[in-house]
């Protein structure tokens, strides 16, 4: 397929696998690249050498286009970009602040930058920063989310007659059916996340994994909303800020609360209750662990099936 994004990327499927805390290292971000879409290492979890290590690794292991996430929320931003520099990525998504202050940065040095949005008006300031597209991530999502609950389904159209750059949908997308209705709505690729958490690559815990596997409708939900939104799957830990907010904890209760390190201590030491466990509302049609490209493969064919499927609808 050649649309923007696959120029833009110069990959071969539009399809993007998610930065993710935890989750995304070399491992899987270089089988997404070596299977035709563009994977993404999640720098959010790494201290500056181990991104550069990651990044090297990832070199190493494919000779195709992959990109890295810098959620802007973290400390030591300067050191991660001038790595990122450093080691020659070409591709940049940015994600959780406001995308002024780097994007032009980063652009000087011939880097292709992406900014994730959940709402209209960063989308706007996005493409006034002159990122080259966006994601619009709706709120099924796993992860941080956006404070106005979003859908999906609602923001990709909204954003879609708002902007003239490409836009990559993420959020409650795992199968080639939900691939399509994105494009409908004006996407131009797709960013999975929850999806590529069970693939065999993903460096999250195996506990963290069968879990998700195991998740049925409503096992998630969004909390946090007075710190920084996320969406987690339902556990003693989500069940003690459940308690907290519903008692109207402030956010520097709940900041105590989720105190530090509970994302490591869930996602990838595997502590399933007392640890955070990120993942969207799409977990509960996940049913095995599979390999990074399987699952690739799988959400390009059922899309290529269905798009010939609705092409010929009798009317
Ligand atoms: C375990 C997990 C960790 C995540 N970590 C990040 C992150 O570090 N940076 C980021 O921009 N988004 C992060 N996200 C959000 C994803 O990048 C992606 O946009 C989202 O998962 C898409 O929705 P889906 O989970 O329904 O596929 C994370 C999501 C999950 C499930």
Redesign the pocket.
């Known amino acids: 397929m050649t649309n923007r994004i696959c120029q833009l990327f110069n990959i071969t499927y539009p399809i993007i696998q ?6 995304s290292g070399w491992k899987l971000a270089s089988a997404v690249s070596n299977a035709g879409g563009l994977g993404i290492i ?1 720098a ?2 790494m201290y500056p050498e181990v991104l550069r290590e990651h990044i090297q690794k990832c070199k190493q292991a494919t000779p195709n286009p992959f990109a890295v ?1 810098i ?1 802007l929320l973290y400390p030591d931003l300067e050191e991660l970009f001038t790595i990122l520099v450093e080691e020659g990525v070409k591709i940049v ?1 940015t ?2 602040g406001n995308p002024a202050k780097w994007t032009s940065f980063l652009k000087e040095k011939g880097i292709i930058v992406v900014h ?1 949005i959940a709402n209209l008006k960063f989308a706007l300031k996005a493409q006034e920063a002159g990122v080259d597209a966006i ?1 619009a ?1 709706g709120f ?5 989310n956006g404070r106005e609950e979003t859908t999906t389904l609602c923001l990709i159209p909204e954003i879609a007659e708002a902007i003239t750059i490409p836009i990559i949908a ?5 199968s080639g059916k939900a691939m399509l209705a994105c494009f409908a709505l004006g996407a131009e690729a797709v ?5 590529f ?1 069970v693939s065999e690559e993903s460096s ?1 815990h195996p506990a963290f994994k069968q879990k998700v596997i195991g998740a049925k409708a409503g096992d998630t939900a969004l909390r946090m909303k007075k710190l920084v939104p996320v969406r987690l799957l339902t556990n003693k830990f989500e069940q003690e800020i459940a308690v907290a907010e519903a008692e109207g904890a402030s956010a520097v209760e709940l900041q105590q609360l989720l105190g530090r390190a509970r994302a490591k201590k869930g ?1 990838f030491e595997g502590d399933m209750e007392e640890g955070e466990l ?5 977990a509960s049609t996940l049913h095995e662990v599979q390999p990074a490209a399987e699952i690739l493969m799988n959400i390009w064919e059922s899309f290529l099936v269905e798009r010939d499927r609705i092409s010929n609808l009798a009317i």
């Open positions: 998610a930065g993710m805390i935890w989750c999640g959010g979890s996430n959620p998504f994600s959780a994730v994601v991530e099924e999502a796993g992860g941080h993420a959020g409650g997308i795992a960013q999975i996340g929850s999806a958490v999250a996602m990120e993942i969207g509302q799409i």
